[in-house]
């Protein structure tokens, strides 16, 4: 039976990278052959095709002799998109880029290729480009799913929540699936709806049976949503069953590094969070790490991954992606330039006005000392209703600049009564100051 899930009012989803395109309708003007189906339907879902090194070698191959096959550069593209998920390295989206711009100058209505540069552009944090791709592949076919994905993701990026949420109530009208359940679900989140987001990441899971890595995803993101509303227990579990239905996925290690932080078993979380950072270098990956290093006494292993995140961020600026944002909230959180982060949190915000952007805008703005504005700003991050402890903890520090210490310690409460573990550095300061 196919359902149907309304968001209803305002909001908007970015779900991780791995699901930005759902599966392949058939007819659709540039869709794959059968012959390439089975290699098309894994790719767009954007989990393991199974051995994806392998894969990429024999569509090298392939469009080595066949160099107006479209599709099967495409399918190249896409892989290459899939080995930068799974080994971190940003130098895949290049490659990735290429081809699928290869296979855009064989058929330039090539629905495959035009999907694959909007989901690049998003990894790239390139989201006004996204958007027009997506624009781009739902005029070469209307009723293809995943373009609507691909369409309301940038838009939640660029603030346009409802837009963003008529994209993704037609993607599931059009193709009720795991892809469109979790951007509901989120979408839902945000709108401060913590049981209905529950709901419908549970018709994503049911969506993902058989499908080991797609249900070892669905059991982190719901993991993910108990963990932001304080249910540590249920959130182990939902991190111990993907790691049950995919063993080694890495990003169970760094959610279950979290996990023992809270329980105080420093050692453990460290143990967890390297073997997630040694297996792919991800910045959120190392960011942690770095933190636990900080608060476990651990000064010159905290300065190492100081050292190899800024290495990273290289890395992927050299390759396209954009990462203002991220940079900008973790100088904020650790006490770098005051004005240059500021700067820089502006200019994140202008490229991204959403709600994240507003509060990464405004935890700056304290940072800088100029907590009128960094109010303002904090407003705005907080106009859908979202529950989100960090965002309520940064509202409680502008309270505070401001001299307003009891509207102060109200924020931090509401911090630490939905979610007492809600930051490794911040949590703590919340608790002092909620006295």
């Not at 699936?177 to 913590?194: K, M, P, T, V």
Request: net charge positive; proline share 4%; hydrophobic share 45%.
């Amino acid at each position: 039976m196919r359902k149907r899930i309304a968001i209803g009012g305002l909001a908007g989803v970015v779900v991780a990278v791995a699901l930005l395109l759902s599966g392949v309708r058939g007819g659709a003007s540039g869709s794959p052959t059968a012959a390439h189906a089975p290699d098309a339907a894994r790719l767009l879902g954007g989990f393991a095709a199974g051995d994806t090194t392998g894969l990429v070698r024999q569509l090298q191959s392939n469009a080595r002799s066949r160099p107006d096959d479209a599709k099967t550069i495409a399918l190249l593209g896409l892989a290459y998109q899939q080995r930068a998920r799974e080994t971190g390295d940003p130098a895949y989206y290049g490659k990735s880029e290429a081809a699928l711009r290869r296979s855009l100058h064989v058929d330039p209505s090539n629905l495959l290729a035009t999907s694959g540069l909007g989901s690049l552009a998003l990894s790239r944090h390139r989201f006004r480009e996204a958007l027009a791709l997506g624009r781009r592949a739902r005029r070469l076919s209307p009723t293809t799913a995943r373009s609507y994905g691909v369409i309301g993701d940038a838009l939640v990026e660029l603030g346009r929540y409802d837009e963003a949420f008529a994209a993704f109530n037609r993607m599931n009208d059009l193709r009720p699936s795991l892809s469109a359940y979790a951007r509901i679900s989120y979408a839902r989140e945000l709108l401060g709806d913590f049981r209905g987001a529950a709901e419908a990441m549970q018709l994503a899971l049911d969506a993902a049976i058989a499908q080991p890595e797609a249900l070892a995803w669905g059991h982190f993101q719901l993991g993910k949503l108990y963990w932001a509303h304080g249910e540590v227990a249920v959130a182990e579990r939902e991190y111990r069953a993907a790691l049950e239905a995919f063993p080694g996925y890495v990003y169970a290690y760094d959610a279950l590094a979290l996990v023992a932080a809270a329980r105080d078993r420093l050692p453990k979380a460290i143990e967890l969070e390297r073997r997630a950072a040694d297996t792919i270098p991800l910045p959120q990956f190392v960011t942690t790490l770095r933190d636990l290093d900080s608060v476990s006494g651990r000064a010159a292993d905290a300065r190492r991954q100081d050292g190899l995140l800024r290495v990273i961020r290289r890395l992927l600026a050299a390759n396209g992606v954009r990462t203002d944002l991220e940079t900008a909230l973790f100088d904020a959180d650790h006490a770098r330039d005051p004005r240059a982060t500021l700067a820089l949190a502006r200019l994140a915000r202008r490229d991204r006005p959403s709600i994240d952007g507003d509060d990464v805008l405004a935890w700056a703005l304290e940072r800088a000392g100029r907590c009128g504005e960094a109010r303002e700003s904090s407003v705005r991050a907080l106009r859908l209703g979202t529950q989100d402890a960090l965002k309520f903890f940064h509202r409680g520090m502008i309270e505070r600049c401001l001299g307003h210490l009891e509207a102060a310690r109200s924020w931090f409460r509401r911090a630490l009564s939905l979610n007492p573990h809600f930051s490794l550095l911040w949590a703590p300061v919340a608790r002092r100051y909620s006295r």
